[in-house]
């Protein structure tokens, strides 16, 4: 796509309700709708001297990040991060009150939390290699913790482009217990549920663009079974792979009322865990060939903010009996920073 579409669908995106950036950090829900800060349009040329000039300014150092966003929640900080969802926008770079945070960032990165100052900043979104900023606003950050995600599609064919806070939850559960959420960003899947192969439903009938509320499992690894939520219809039949940042790759085929992809993932205790799903299921036809993928974050919790990468191929059949063939070879690598 051009970077004039983009900067099109941004501007459409421009009246989302960033401002939500506020409030409890333990509620996972989408918040566009509780209006506690303030977004206001950036004007060009305010920084000019008695002269009428344009003054050169030095950048400002970028925020720190944090391996323990809980901790800074609760010093009075604010700790967001960028999570970049949009399978057809290009790679961008972003910048918070005039300092780069992000550079070449491509579609499904997620970024560390930054830890910023309760204030309002000018967050600007600018296509990798372009000079001119597409998304430039005034946002205000309270105490909290925040995801600030770039949802659908620069097209438009399935879903609309958007940029939508979520607030994220940094308080760990107990140590034996790890908290998990689904957030759906697969532009076009219906609504869909989340549950352990065999066994129970974790999420029910969350729809794109929303983030489930976190549930609570035992420490240990699960093979996730991810499928149209009840009364949806079952999805389509093609085969389509989910990668998981923190885990493994999985293909799975879904017959009419089966899983669409089952993903395995290791849930550590302690830690609170965002599940994001993401890319097409259909990527044939689409406006980018980005097949749907799980990307697991650790968001707090557990000694280690790092991720691991890794691939396993395999078949599943889809029916009743959930089986699956191992038919490859896993390996994987594992980066980060671990708290003694």
């Not at 970024?111 to 990798?128: F, G, K």
Request: with cysteine; proline share 5%.
């Amino acid at each position: 796509m051009s970077r004039r579409q983009f900067a099109a669908a941004l501007g459409s995106a421009v009246g989302v309700g960033l401002a939500g950036c506020a409030g409890g950090a333990n509620n996972s829900s989408n918040v566009s709708n509780q209006t506690v800060g303030t977004v206001e349009d950036v004007t060009e040329g305010d920084e000019t001297d008695a002269g009428g000039t344009e003054e050169e300014t030095e950048a400002p150092e970028p925020p720190e990040t944090t391996d323990d966003p809980a901790a800074a929640v609760g010093e009075g900080s604010a700790v967001a991060r960028i999570a970049h969802l949009s399978p057809d926008a290009p790679n961008v770079d972003v910048s918070v009150g005039g300092a780069t945070i992000l550079e070449d960032a491509s579609f499904g990165t997620v970024s560390d939390y930054y830890v910023l100052e309760p204030s309002t900043y000018t967050v600007a979104v600018t296509p990798t290699g372009e000079e001119e900023a597409v998304f430039e606003q005034e946002v205000e950050f309270a105490n909290g913790a925040f995801t600030v995600a770039a949802f659908g599609e620069v097209s438009g064919t399935n879903q609309e482009f958007a940029v939508e806070p979520l607030e994220d939850r940094v308080e760990a559960p107990g140590a034996d217990t790890a908290a998990v959420r689904v957030v759906h960003a697969s532009p076009d899947a219906p609504p869909v549920s989340v549950g352990v192969a065999g066994g129970d439903t974790l999420v029910e009938s969350v729809a794109f663009g929303e983030a489930s509320e976190y549930a609570e499992v035992p420490a240990g690894d699960y093979s996730l079974e991810i499928s149209a939520a009840e009364g949806m219809g079952g999805m389509d039949g093609n085969e389509t792979t989910g990668t998981d940042t923190g885990t493994e790759e999985a293909t799975g085929t879904a017959s009419d009322g089966g899983p669409v992809a089952t993903v395995d993932v290791s849930l550590a205790g302690g830690t609170v865990d965002s599940a994001f799903a993401a890319g097409y299921l259909t990527p044939e036809g689409e406006a980018a060939d980005a097949p749907f993928e799980v990307i697991l974050t650790v968001d707090s919790g557990g000694g280690s903010m790092g991720t691991e990468t890794g691939t396993e191929t395999g078949t599943e059949t889809g029916t009743d009996a959930g089986t699956e063939e191992p038919a490859g070879t896993e390996a994987g690598t594992e980066t980060g920073t671990e708290s003694a």
